[in-house]
C-alpha cells in the first residue's frame, strides 16, 4: 500500500469514525424530530405534489418541481445503485443493507430541509433560477469564506474524485464482459470528456437526456421483475438482511459495526441525502412554495434506496455470489444479474452502466463548473479544472477498486460536514416555511404561496420569493 493510500485511509477513518458518522446520524434525526417525521406523515403530500408537478410540465426557460425531480434522480441512479449497494454487501455483508435503508428512512428529513433551503436561498440565473449549499451559506449564514468552502470542496468531490469513481465502474465493467483492458477504457473516456467538455456537450445532453431515464427504468423494470419472480425467496433474504445487522455472531465478530458503515457510508453515496449536491438541483424548479420542492426531493431519497438499491441488492443476494465469489462492485452485479436471466445480464450491465456512469461524468463536471463560476470567473482556473477533471477520468480507471472507493468517501465527508453544519445553522427557516406550507394547507389552499414576508429576518437576504415576483393564487386551488 503506498503512502497516499494509506494517508487517505488514515485520514477516512478519522473523519467517518468520529465525525462524519455522528453528524450524518444526528442530524438525520434531529430534523426528524423537529420536522415530526414528516418523510412518513407526508407520503401522501409528497406522491401529490409530484403528479402535480408532472402535470404541469416546464416551460422553455423554466424547471417544473417534476423536471427537478427527475434530474436529481437520474445523478442518482446509476454507480451508486449498481456498484455501491455490490460493494456495500461485499465488504459489510448483507447487514449493510438494513443500514442502507436506515439512512434513508431518517436521512429523508435531511434532504427535505437542504432542498427547501436551496429553494428559498435561489437566485435568478439566464434560462433558469440557480442555487445550492454556497448561496444558502453565503447569503444566509452571511460566511462567504464558508460558502466558498463548500463551493471548492464540491468541485474536488465532484468535479474531480467522483468521476474517478465513475471510470473506475466502467472500466471494470468492460474487463469483465470483453475483456479489454482498464488503461485502453480510460483513454477513451477520457478523449471523449475533453471533446464535450470543450464544446460539445449540448449533443450529448440531448442524447443523455433520452438513453438514460430510458436506460433506468428498463433497469428498475428488469430488476423489480426478477424480485416479483423470486418472490418465494425474498422472506430468507430479509431474514439474513437483519440477521447480519443485529446478529450475536457479527456483533462479536465486529462484522455489525462494518456493516453500519459500509451501510451508510454507499446509501449516502447514492441518495446523496445531506450531502449538498441534490439542493443544486432543487433550486432550479419553478415552484409557488419551497416546501414543494422540499417534500419531492425527501421522496427522491425514498426511491433510490428503498427501492432502486434493494432491488440490487435481493439480485445479489438471491444468487449467493457475494459469499464465496471474491466478486466485487460493478463486477458482482453483473455475474448476479447473468445468473437470474443469463449472459445478457452482465451485457446489460456494462451498457447501462456506460451511459449512466459516463453522463454521471459530465453532469459531475458540470456541479464543478458551477461551483467554480460562484467564486471566480478565471479562465486559467477553468482550464486547470478541466484539464484536471480529465486526468482524474483517466487516473480512476486504472487505480484499484478499494483504493477509488476510500477517496470518494473522504472527499464526500469532507463536503458533507461542511453542508450538514449549515443546515443545522440555518434549519430553523426551513422549519418556518415549513409551518407556513402547513398553515396553508389547513386553510383549504391547495397549492400555497411563499411570500419572503412571511420570514421578516431574511427578507432582505434572499432575491426571490418578494411579493411583486409571486403568482397569483388560483381560485381552482382554494
Known sequence: MSIIESFVNMLNDFLWGYIMIILLIGTAIYFSIRTRFLQFRKIGEMCRLLGEGASKGGGKKEVSSFQAFCISL?????????????????????????????????????????????????????????????????????KKWMAVLFAVSITLTFGLVFNSVQSNTIALAFNDSFGIPNYWIGIIITALTLIIIFGGVHRIAVFSGIVVPFMAVTYIILALGIVIFNITKLPAVISLII?????????????????????????LFSNEAGLGSAPNAAATANVSHPVKQGYIQALGVFTDTLIICSCTAFIILFSDLHVDSGLNGIQLTQAALS?????????????????????SILGNYYYGEANILFFTKNPV?????????????????????????????????????????AILMLGKIAIKALKDYSRQRKEGIKSPVFHASSIPEIEDKIECWKDNDMPKINTKDL
Not at 249 to 262: E, S
Not at 339 to 359: D, N, V, W
Open 339 to 359: 445468473s437470474e436471466i443469463g449472459s445478457y445480464g452482465g451485457l446489460f450491465i456494462t451498457i447501462a452502466i456506460l451511459f449512466f456512469a459516463f453522463t
Open 381 to 421: 482556473v477553468m482550464l486547470v479544472y478541466r484539464l484536471a477533471s480529465a486526468a482524474m477520468v483517466f487516473w480512476g480507471s486504472i487505480l484499484s477498486l478499494g483504493f477509488v472507493w476510500n477517496l470518494a468517501d473522504l472527499f464526500m465527508a469532507i463536503m458533507g460536514i461542511i453542508n450538514l453544519i
Open 243 to 267: 440477521e447480519n445487522a443485529f446478529g450475536i455472531n457479527q456483533a462479536i465478530g465486529g462484522a455489525v459495526g462494518v456493516a453500519l458503515m459500509q451501510g451508510i457510508k454507499r446509501g
Open 74 to 142: 437520474a445523478s442518482r441512479v446509476g454507480t451508486g445503485n449498481l456498484a455501491g449497494v455490490a460493494t456495500a454487501i461485499a465488504v459489510g455483508g448483507p447487514g449493510a443493507v438494513f443500514w442502507m435503508w436506515i439512512i434513508a428512512l431518517i436521512g429523508a428529513s435531511s434532504a427535505f430541509i437542504e432542498s427547501t433551503l436551496a429553494q428559498i436561498f435561489k437566485k435568478k440565473g439566464k434560462k433558469s433560477f440557480i442555487g445550492g449549499p454556497a448561496y444558502y451559506i453565503h447569503d444566509g449564514l452571511g
